[in-house]
């Protein structure tokens, strides 16, 4: 009676989703003792335990025992388990093997059984990682389809968000994000298992940060965190959780909260089994890095994020033009642009784009870039997108001598962003409306603008912006520098080559040279090293 009773309380550990309790009794017990069932859930807690070797371990035994009880259907539901946790772990090869083996039992069965459903599940993921959107949305409806056909919340939750993201990948983002909280119904409503949940939770969430949806992206991550806590031991969608909840951290200005977060992201990835997971959280603490001016931190963060197979781009790209590598920075964006992608990732690609064309010159490109952004927001109706169009779109009529379209821009992303409680993304388009206003010749609204949003830079920690826009609350020019040569010897301090202030101010070599000849003069210093030390002493570097 003691094994039995030990069984007992181990199935009803699983019930109430005490994974730790369950796998210990399930995975101390007699193998003889336990059932197909028993193995299929010392499978799911080893999975939500982290533990992904135990897990397959125990699908395969859960299969053996369906097998050779006769039980044909409920072997094919414990192979689609065993080929999408293969295909999870980059087996997939391995994965193929297991949905073949399973085509091949369910020509066995006569009729339609939702199982059919399930088989189809790890040959849609396939063609997602592939990148065929079109293949995988046929058959994302077929699985919807079978999960509404035979009441089952595990396929309608996956075929409906898979759906909702083809959909989005296609341009459709409002049909999309409609259907992704589709899938969301019977989750909330404790229809959906643990595994499905967590990535339909993770998709939805990814999702609304792809096309910068930040309302919904913390909505949803509030729900999950609140998922994760009511499963004590949990380990994946663990690290996933710790991403969105530090980009909503670096959203909201809270940028050291935001790091320690990414930080534990990181950590968790490279605990588990998924450690190339982490590339992300790496390139979001580098953007975080780049942001505060440690910029030798974001390197390295960018660095260990291209480790992993993420490109951290447009961030890269930033922080080689704020260590003076425009050359380097151009390049990078002229070949992200040239790159064929769908109109979502696309977008997280355009407005980085604009500050890097603005920051060498190239304004007409900018301009349309700029414009492309614009047309991606009104189509997805995301606030952020249209925010950050309206911020791209100022600079770039700043930038061509048109204060007064700028500064309305400015002004329409200024409320935008403070609609999200996005404090810095606020405090940079100050910045734009104050230089706006003073081309208009209104200082004194100008100096206002410019004085919040340096005070909003002081309080977030974002010292390069501080320094920025401080240059222009006090545009004092010592020594009797002319404003080009202010914007040179800024340039000098910077480390940049005479042919990369060139590059930067729209200026031939020649003409740089000269005006270094007069810094020098005016100055009474011989050398670069000179000059720039001079930058920092009067605070113009």
Wanted: charged share 25%; net charge negative; aromatic share 6%.
């Amino acid at each position: 009676m003691g094994l039995v009773d030990d069984l007992e309380r181990a199935r009803e550990a699983y019930e109430r989703r005490e994974w730790v309790a369950a796998y210990d009794a399930l995975s101390d017990a007699d193998d003889s003792a336990l059932d197909a069932q028993d193995f299929g859930r010392l499978a799911t807690a080893a999975y939500l335990l982290g533990r992904q070797n135990d897990c397959v371990q125990a699908l395969q035994r859960a299969h053996k025992a369906h097998i050779d009880a006769g039980e044909t259907v409920q072997a094919v539901r414990i192979g689609f388990w065993l080929s999408m946790v293969l295909l999870e772990n980059g087996e997939s090869a391995v994965g193929a093997g297991w949905v073949g083996r399973c085509q091949r039992l369910l020509e066995q069965v006569p009729g339609d059984v939702v199982e059919r459903g399930y088989v189809l599940l790890p040959v849609m993921m396939r063609h997602i990682y592939a990148g065929e959107f079109e293949l995988a949305s046929k058959l994302a409806v077929e699985i919807t389809e079978y999960g509404r056909r035979f009441s089952n919340a595990d396929l309608l939750a996956q075929g409906l968000n898979a759906q909702g993201r083809m959909l989005m990948y296609a341009g459709r983002v409002p049909e999309g994000m409609s259907l992704l909280d589709e899938a969301m119904i019977g989750i909330s409503m404790g229809e959906v298992s643990p595994i499905i949940a967590g990535h339909v939770y993770c998709s939805l969430i990814e999702a609304c940060q792809e096309v910068s949806d930040y309302g919904r992206a913390a909505e949803w991550t509030r729900a999950l965190t609140g998922w994760i806590e009511d499963q004590p031991g949990l380990v994946p969608f663990t690290g996933q959780c710790a991403i969105h909840r530090g980009q909503i951290m670096g959203i909201r200005g809270a940028f050291r909260a935001a790091l320690e977060e990414l930080d534990r992201a990181v950590a968790r990835y490279l605990d588990s089994e998924t450690p190339a997971a982490a590339g992300l959280a790496l390139a979001e603490a580098g953007n975080l890095h780049r942001i505060c001016g440690d910029l030798d931190a974001a390197e390295t963060d960018y660095e260990r994020a291209t480790g992993f197979g993420y490109e951290p781009q447009p961030g890269l790209a930033l922080l080689w033009l704020a260590r003076g590598r425009t050359a380097a920075a151009t390049n990078a964006v002229h070949r992200l642009l040239a790159e064929p992608r769908d109109p979502v990732h696309r977008s997280q690609l355009l407005a980085g784009s604009v500050e890097v064309l603005l920051a060498t010159g190239e304004v007409e490109e900018a301009r349309a870039i700029a414009d492309e952004l614009a047309a991606i927001a009104d189509a997805f109706r995301c606030t952020a997108l249209s925010a950050a169009a309206h911020q791209a779109r100022a600079s770039c009529l700043l930038s061509t001598g048109e204060p007064g379209a700028a500064a309305l821009e400015a002004r329409n992303a200024v409320a935008l962003w403070r609609s999200l409680d996005a404090p810095y993304d606020v405090a940079r388009c100050q910045v734009l409306l104050g230089r706006a206003l003073r081309n208009l010749g209104d200082d004194d609204s100008a100096v206002a603008e410019l004085g919040q949003a340096r005070r909003m830079f002081q309080g977030l920690g974002a010292a390069p912006a501080e320094r920025d826009v401080l240059r222009l609350v006090q545009p004092s020019r010592p020594a009797g520098l002319t404003e080009r040569e202010v914007e040179v010897l800024r340039l000098v301090a910077s480390g940049r080559s005479n042919s990369e202030i060139a590059a930067a101010l729209v200026l031939s070599e020649k003409t740089v040279a000269r005006h270094l000849s007069n810094i020098y003069t005016k100055l009474g210093v011989a050398s670069r090293t000179a000059a720039a030390a001079f930058a920092f002493e009067n605070g113009l570097a």
